[in-house]
């Protein structure tokens, strides 16, 4: 599983096969399609690999990417100082 977040805003989805001469189809969230090996994508959920052998024969794989974007908490504080008291003379 692989995940995104506020400083990792896309990850590298990575194919392969050791079929000489297939080809490759991912497809996942918001309409995703690529025909590259290894896209690059930002969105989070279920990415689909279909990989078709020159002899029309398919196979799948899938990758889920999460994300990770939980606000953090922060805080400020302020604070008054008052003057020293003036130095006493004798």
């Not at 990989?51 to 302020?78: K, L, M």
Request: with cysteine.
């Amino acid at each position: 599983m692989v995940s995104l977040s506020c400083t990792t805003t896309s990850v590298q989805l990575i194919g392969g096969s050791l079929t000489i001469g297939a080809t490759f189809s991912w497809s996942g969230p918001n309409g995703f399609n690529s025909t590259d090996v290894s896209p690059f994508v930002s969105a989070p959920g279920l990415y689909t690999l279909t990989v078709t052998g020159p002899n029309g024969c398919t196979n799948t794989a899938s990758v889920e990417v999460e994300q990770d974007i939980s606000s953090v908490s922060a805080g400020a504080v302020w604070m008054v100082s008052s003057p020293a008291p003036p130095p006493v003379c004798s």
